[in-house]
């Protein structure tokens, strides 16, 4: 079981928005570290999405977006393409027991 | 543009010991910006942070799994390795190397990554 949260999976048709969730507790997101997502299409690594909270790195569309709330994330893609199928994972670091960069167990996106 | 080459033995007999190379290029190994570390991803754990290294030696291991993992870094061959001892069928994963970066307070993330290889331990 993941330190944090994500649901397992969501859909959306093409043109759609859609939001996916990562919900912590007060020893990682809540303690204000940075989230970071990661999409890792099938059959690759995973790569970097969004850093601290809501930066795009270099080259990634601006239909990709994060956010950050209290003890929970969230990462939004409008505009959704067939190219955005894929798996996509929040991390932060935890200061718990852990104290490690943690990652969420994934949500796999469909894209109908 | 930095690449980053995993390499090492897809097949580990338990307990023997899981070791890894990861070969960079593109970018000095000696950066004082950032960290070099492992991550693992198998379907029973997800995707697990292993231990991060920065060029001057410095380690930071997982606690849960501190007490079998060894990093380490030769910088005249822009490469860092693995050690994993005792390995078991549990440690069966396809392992990446990713460069850290933004390393302030907790907060790194993981910028770039190789392209992964899986090792499977089994007898």
């Known amino acids: 079981q993941s330190v944090l949260t994500q649901p397992p999976s969501m859909s959306g048709a093409p043109g759609q928005r859609v939001t996916i969730s990562c919900t912590g507790t007060?020893?990682?997101?809540?303690?204000?570290?940075?989230v970071n997502w990661y999409q890792q299409l099938p059959g690759t690594a995973p790569k970097l999405l969004i850093y601290?909270?809501?930066n795009r790195p270099s080259g990634v569309p601006d239909r990709f977006s994060g956010s950050k709330s209290g003890t929970s994330a969230s990462l939004a893609i409008t505009g959704l393409q067939t190219d955005d199928e894929a798996d996509y994972f929040c991390?932060?670091?935890?200061?718990?027991?852990?104290?490690?960069?943690?990652f969420g167990g994934g949500t796999r996106l469909t894209v109908l | 543009q930095l690449h980053l080459q995993e390499s090492g033995p897809g097949l580990v007999k338990p307990p023997e010991t899981l070791s890894l190379t990861c070969t960079v290029s593109?970018?000095?190994?000696?950066?004082?910006?950032?960290?070099w570390g492992w991550v693992r991803q198998s379907p029973g754990r997800g995707l697990e942070w292993i231990g991060k290294?920065?060029?001057?030696?410095?380690?930071y291991y997982n606690p849960s799994l501190k007490s079998r993992v060894t990093i380490s870094v030769d910088t005249s061959k822009s490469q860092y390795y693995l050690r994993l001892t005792s390995a078991t069928a549990a440690d069966t994963a396809v392992y990446y190397c990713?460069?850290?970066?933004?390393?302030?307070?907790?907060?790194?993330?993981?910028?770039?990554w190789g392209q992964g290889t899986l090792v499977t331990v089994s007898s």
């Open positions: 990713a460069r850290l970066v933004g390393c302030s307070g907790g907060s790194c993330r993981f910028a770039d």
């Open positions: 593109g970018d000095s190994i000696s950066s004082r910006d950032h960290y």
């Open positions: 290294i920065h060029y001057i030696g410095s380690t």
């Open positions: 007060s020893s990682n997101i809540g303690a204000g570290y940075a």
């Open positions: 601290a909270n809501n």
């Open positions: 991390q932060c670091f935890d200061s718990s027991l852990t104290d490690s960069w943690v």
